[in-house]
């Protein structure tokens, strides 16, 4: 089901970090998946067991995580769009394209033009 655990939040938060080498390397990124589910969020399963066993600190070391992995995708200097596996960016959630477009937000506008005139 593609649930976000502690290596893919960890992953992202690295790689999106403003001092990271990918970050100076490229001037965008995709974050996309070939699962049937593109991803069902955080990995509640994990947090449940760690309840149930009164692992207080590691839930919040884990919220946390999430958190600044959400914010390392808001605020990081280069555009960051999500393109789920075979869908069309922009179009209705059925539609499905054998060539994936990327339809650019207002912010990333620069970006998307610079990387298509590469």
């Known amino acids: 089901m593609n649930a976000l655990g502690d290596d893919i ?16 390397d490229f001037d965008a990124f995709v974050i996309t998946g070939e699962g049937a589910n593109f991803s069902v969020g955080a990995n509640l399963m994990q947090l449940l067991l760690a309840m149930q066993d009164e692992e ?7 919220v946390r995580a999430f958190q600044n ?3 390392a995708i808001k605020f ?16 209705a959630p059925s539609s499905r ?8 937000t207002p912010n990333s506008t620069w970006a998307w033009s610079r990387l298509a005139s590469a």
């Open 69 to 71: 992995m959400t914010q």
């Open 97 to 104: 394209c054998t060539q994936p477009r990327a339809i650019p």
């Open 56 to 62: 207080w600190d590691e839930v919040a070391l884990a």
């Open 9 to 24: 939040v960890s992953l992202i938060t690295q790689t999106l970090k403003s001092a990271s080498q990918q970050v100076a």
């Open 76 to 91: 990081c200097s280069r555009p960051v769009v999500v393109a789920p596996y075979g869908m069309c960016l922009g179009g």
